[in-house]
T-cell receptor, first 111, second 114 residues
Framework: EAQVTQNPRYLITVTGKKLTVTCSQN?????MSWYRQDPGLGLRQIYY???????DKGDVPEGYKVSRKEKRNFPLILESPSPNQTSLYFC??????????FGPGTRLTVL | DAKTTQPPSMDCAEGRAANLPCNHS???????VYWYRQIHSQGPQYIIH???NNETNEMASLIITEDRKSSTLILPHATLRDTAVYYC???????????????FGKGTKLSVKP
């Protein structure tokens, strides 16, 4: 089944403790991206990747890192999480010229 | 900012057609109209997209006006499971770099009622 998977789905952590949210797709898509969703602010893009080893900032990249060492994986790294990064995170992937497919989401709480 | 305008909410009776409007008066010639929906807090789900011709798939129909300044998403027989927030997005199809970003506005919250 074609899908985008994210892990973990739920995470509660403390300020400053490094964490990684994994994203994997099995559709051989070149384009992958991360969004966060907050009440009243909607979905905003954090980072995106056009292909392996090619990443770029989205609209709200501060406090996040990404890497794209393999085509299928696009992890989101929070080196020192803060409470303002409490949010619902979505990974998405798609072919370069068409629709994007979203993962199920990761709900992160930073205390 | 989102380049589209949608009503904040709409109701629809179960089994009836749901017609969701979207205004995109500043759309460019190379921009497509995309529709996504988000059920509760699940990941957004692609529905349909089009350039200027009307489009239909197994989920919905998309009607784009001749001047391309507005469009309507039609769910022909709405069910309770179609209750969701529907997003209308304009974006170039063959994109590079940041053009691939999906700019989500506030969308329309569709409530399908029994």
């Amino acid at each position: 089944e074609a899908q985008v998977t994210q892990n973990p789905r739920y995470l509660i952590t403390v300020t400053g403790k490094k964490l990684t949210v994994t994203c994997s797709q099995n559709m051989n898509h070149e384009y992958m991206s991360w969004y966060r969703q907050d009440p009243g602010l909607g979905l905003r893009q954090i980072y995106y990747s056009m292909n392996v080893e090619v990443t770029d900032k989205g609209d709200v990249p501060e406090g996040y890192k990404v890497s794209r060492k393999e085509k299928r994986n696009f992890p989101l790294i929070l080196e020192s999480p803060s409470p303002n990064q409490t949010s619902l995170y979505f990974c998405a992937s798609g072919p370069p010229s068409n629709t994007q497919y979203f993962g199920p989401g990761t709900r992160l709480t930073v205390l | 900012d989102a380049k589209t305008t949608q009503p904040p909410s709409m109701d629809c009776a179960e089994g009836r057609a749901a017609n969701l409007p979207c205004n995109h008066s500043t759309i460019s010639g190379n921009e497509y109209v995309y529709w996504y929906r988000q059920i509760h807090s699940q990941g957004p789900q692609y529905i349909i997209h089009g350039l200027k011709n009307n489009e239909t798939n197994e989920m919905a129909s998309l009607i784009i006006t001749e001047d391309r300044k507005s469009s309507t998403l039609i769910l022909p027989h709405a069910t309770l499971r179609d209750t969701a927030v529907y997003y209308c997005i304009v974006r170039v199809a063959n994109y590079g770099g940041s053009q691939g970003n999906l700019i989500f506005g506030k969308g329309t919250k569709l409530s399908v009622k029994p």
